[in-house]
């Protein structure tokens, strides 16, 4: 018997009625003397049993931290929309749980985070390119002039005159590639546009 259970509850309505009206509970091991009377008690004691079990499951719902099965996943619906933040084939949910919590304090704008939500995504490696930023794009340089990265005629390098857009370059499977666009969308800034080009060979 534990707490919460069909006995359990079968003891507290016995305990409810009248002394002397009906037999006192016997020990355990001993004949019951009031079989008709415990019989019609488990049948209330089973019900109160499946309530409480409710009652359990919804008290851990309320929070994140204990939500299992399908609630977790009305969880992640509701964090970041229907659909948005499904769970993996066979995710478990202590996983599943990680990846929201993760998700939920993700940082966010910055290069730094695109670049961690990227390597999150699963892609084993990238380059992220942006167009006004020296370090990655060289500076505007003489013809024929050869220093550090280069300059704008640099065929390796992207460039673009309009402000507010970066290029990511990886090299992903058909299964990861549809990940990362999502993480890139998720993370950057509303308004930048992000240019993502897969140089491995589609499957």
């Known amino acids: 018997m534990s707490t919460g259970d069909q006995s359990d509850f079968v003891r507290r309505l016995r305990g409810l009625l009248p002394r002397g009206w009906f037999p006192d509970p016997v020990a355990t091991g001993s004949t019951e003397q009031a079989p008709v009377l415990v019989g019609i008690l ?14 359990q499951q919804v008290q851990a719902s309320t929070r994140l931290k204990t ?3 399908t609630v977790l996943d009305l969880a992640a619906n509701d964090l970041f929309g229907a659909g ?20 939920l304090i993700a940082r966010k704008n910055t290069r730094a985070a695109v670049a961690a939500a990227v390597t999150v995504s699963g892609a084993p490696s990238f380059q992220i390119i942006e167009c006004w930023n020296a ?10 002039a050869s220093r ?3 300059g704008y ?17 990886t090299a992903v499977t ?12 998720q993370t ?9 080009r897969n140089t491995l060979p589609s499957s």
Not at 84 to 103: V, W
């Open 153 to 169: 005629s640099t065929p390796a390098l992207r460039y673009s005159g309009i402000p507010g857009q970066f290029f990511l370059e």
């Open 174 to 185: 058909d299964e990861v590639l549809p990940i990362t666009r999502k993480s890139v969308v």
């Open 42 to 55: 488990s049948g209330f004691g089973s019900a109160l049993a499946g309530a409480w079990t409710l009652l």
């Open 188 to 196: 950057k800034t509303a308004g930048v546009v992000a240019w993502i």
């Open 84 to 103: 948005q933040f499904p769970r993996a084939s066979g995710e478990t949910d202590a996983l599943y749980l990680a990846r929201i919590e993760a998700a």
């Open 148 to 150: 550090g990265l280069g």
């Open 135 to 144: 370090a990655d794009c060289g500076a505007l340089l003489p013809a024929g």
């Open 67 to 69: 939500s299992t099965g």
